[in-house]
């Protein structure tokens, strides 16, 4: 049985106390909002933090406000993921995130594990989510205690992949993170909060406490999140896929072929989860689309230049070559489901 490492627990009562007890202890403490991704890794020696920062007491994370229609929705980072996927608002404004936070893990843990939590989910491996005595046994890793990638030996980096539902859909939202620190606070857009490194993922210190999501006002877009993993509950995503479109009216007749609209797509955002360390943009493939039809042909062209992003790696679930091909078909279902909906 693996057990947790010995730790002292705090509960501050405010933010401001939070931030400060992780400058007090420093590299030794650790926030802790629903734990369902910590807990784990401590069992497993991945961290070994002695001082617990609970958030769970801080009712300023807890919240969901509708801002006006220029700003949109702001949603505290200790929002349960039950509750994301299922508040009417979001469900009515961003259904997109809904579904996300509803195919995180399973019910229990949904209503433990947080947004904020999914948003900052550390990176994952074959070679690093193991027990402490078997990375040990293998010399451990770049990502821990180690110098070599076992994914790919020459890398540079760690290839650690991004294994997070709700970031895709945040990045495809436009969305701003609102941060915390003892250097005061800062907003960070969600395009610039990923990095393509899974062994320095985040642009955060870690002294800094995700606070909220900011996710401006969408009227009038389509958006969808699809997901591929081996079972229908629990695990992680080997391949999300978040689509946020806006369609006008460019007055041309219907096209052959046409997915259903005779609308022009005007905007356009496609993201990849789970093909790398960082939720991916396809912008190549949003470029055909652009000012376009959203024919099934143009559809299809598109999704095979979104699957370009994806270069598979031996460190997630299933064979290379079928993530590879699915690439292509979740990205075009999701574009049609989208424009369907």
């Known amino acids: 049985m693996l057990r947790l490492p010995p730790f002292e627990y705090h ?201 909220s999501i900011r996710l401006p006002e969408h009227e009038g877009w389509k958006m969808n999140y699809k997901k591929l993993r081996r079972r229908d509950s629990i695990d992680f995503p080997i391949l999300g896929v978040a689509t946020a479109l806006r369609l006008e009216n460019s007055g041309r007749s219907g096209a052959p072929g046409s997915t259903g609209s005779t609308l022009d797509c005007a905007e356009i955002r496609i993201v990849l989860g789970a093909v790398a360390s960082a939720p991916l943009r396809a912008y190549e493939a949003e470029k055909v689309l652009v000012g376009e039809r959203l024919t099934t042909e143009r559809i299809e062209a598109a999704a095979q230049l979104a699957a370009k992003l994806a270069k598979p790696m031996d460190n997630t679930d299933m064979t290379l070559g079928f993530r590879k091909k699915m690439v292509t078909h979740f990205v075009t279902e999701a574009l049609k489901e989208a424009l369907n909906n």
């Not at 941060?179 to 907003?187: A, I, K, M, P, V």
């Open 11 to 211: 509960a501050p009562s405010s933010i401001a106390e939070a931030v400060a007890l992780k400058a007090e202890h420093g590299d030794s403490a650790m926030y802790s909002a629903g734990g369902t991704d910590l807990f784990p890794n401590m069992k497993r020696r991945q961290f070994t933090p002695q001082n617990l920062i609970g958030l769970t007491d801080l009712e300023e994370l807890h919240t969901i406000s509708a801002e006006n229609s220029a700003n949109g929705l702001l949603i505290g980072s200790g929002v349960s993921l039950s509750e994301v996927a299922q508040h009417a608002g979001i469900l009515r404004r961003f259904p997109a995130l809904a579904a996300a936070a509803a195919l995180v893990s399973a019910p229990q843990l949904r209503n433990m594990g947080t947004i904020g939590g999914n948003l900052c989910l550390d990176t994952r491996c074959n070679y690093y989510n193991q027990t402490f005595q078997w990375r040990k046994a293998l010399g451990f890793c770049l990502k821990k205690e180690g110098d070599t990638c076992w994914v790919a030996r020459s890398s540079p980096k760690c290839l650690a992949v991004s294994s997070s539902d709700c970031a895709p859909v945040v990045l495809a939202l436009n969305a701003e993170f609102n941060l915390e620190g003892t250097e005061g606070q800062r907003t960070v857009p969600a395009t610039e909060f990923y990095k393509n490194d899974g062994a320095d993922f985040l642009n955060k210190t870690p002294d800094e406490l995700l606070i």
